[in-house]
């Protein structure tokens, strides 16, 4: 497997459920991103981590929770979410960030979540 | 605040007429554009940056500061062409990786 790889692809939960998204990226980079992409709404950045650090939290609500254990698995944890939260995760991965960022981002094909 | 706007969402044009892609940007410091496509069951990938000035597939696209525009172009528009087109702006050498995308433009190439 090569790439960025998400799963699951498709899920759908409650409100009260606890889900996570998973992320790999088999590219040996260093910087690994969540981005919400909704209908017709432009792709929204949620979170940058760099080295298993997390860099950038861009406002993001607390029932989604991630986790980047390493460099190359990146998780989204969700608790409770709302009807609205319903959308396409797409997960990325860049070489590094700072000097070395390039500004090409490798994405996964998504995780689409609906929550009823 | 920082803002990319693409405000075409659907470009529907015939095999071989020229293309543009609108794309604008609100930011003040020192911005870097990309272009990402998305194919027909593909992922989103990147197509090309303003600072390599390079033309991918037959596109180039100019960063105009004056105008703060960065608009795609490509002289004669091919089917294979047909995808969503997303402009995206980071400030340069970004530390946090902040990717900034547009809206997204169809374009639909007709035969």
């Known amino acids: 497997e090569t790439g960025v790889t998400q799963t699951p692809r498709h899920l759908v939960m409650g409100m009260t459920n606890k889900k996570s998204l998973k992320c790999e990226q088999h590219?040996?980079?260093?910087?690994m991103y969540w981005y919400k992409q909704s209908a017709k709404k432009p792709l929204e950045l949620m979170f940058v981590?760099?080295?298993?650090?997390?860099?950038e939290n861009n406002s993001v609500p607390s029932r989604f929770s991630p986790e980047c254990p390493n460099s190359s698995h990146l998780f989204l944890h969700l608790h409770t979410l709302q009807p609205e939260d319903s959308a396409l995760y797409l997960c990325?991965?860049?070489?590094?960030?700072?000097?070395?960022?390039?500004?090409?981002?490798?994405f996964g094909e998504g995780s689409r979540l609906t929550v009823l | 605040a920082q803002r990319v706007t693409q405000p075409e969402k659907l470009l529907s044009v015939f095999k071989g007429a020229p293309v543009e892609l609108k794309c604008n940007y609100s930011?003040?410091?020192?911005?870097?554009l990309f272009w990402y496509v998305q194919y027909s069951r593909q992922r989103l990938q990147l197509l090309l940056r303003?600072?390599s000035r390079e033309s991918i597939k037959g596109f180039t696209a100019d960063l105009n500061k004056g105008e703060t525009s960065f608009h795609l172009k490509k002289p004669f528009a091919q089917e294979e062409d047909s995808a969503m087109y997303y402009c995206?702006?980071?400030?340069?050498?970004?530390?946090?990786?902040?990717?900034?995308f547009g809206q997204g433009t169809t374009l639909q190439v007709k035969p």
């Open positions: 990325a991965s860049s070489q590094d960030l700072g000097a070395g960022y390039t500004g090409e981002l490798f």
């Open positions: 590219l040996g980079h260093n910087a």
């Open positions: 981590y760099s080295l298993e650090e997390r860099v």
């Open positions: 930011y003040s410091g020192s911005p870097e």
């Open positions: 303003h600072i």
């Open positions: 995206a702006l980071s400030h340069g050498s970004s530390n946090t990786g902040k990717l900034i």
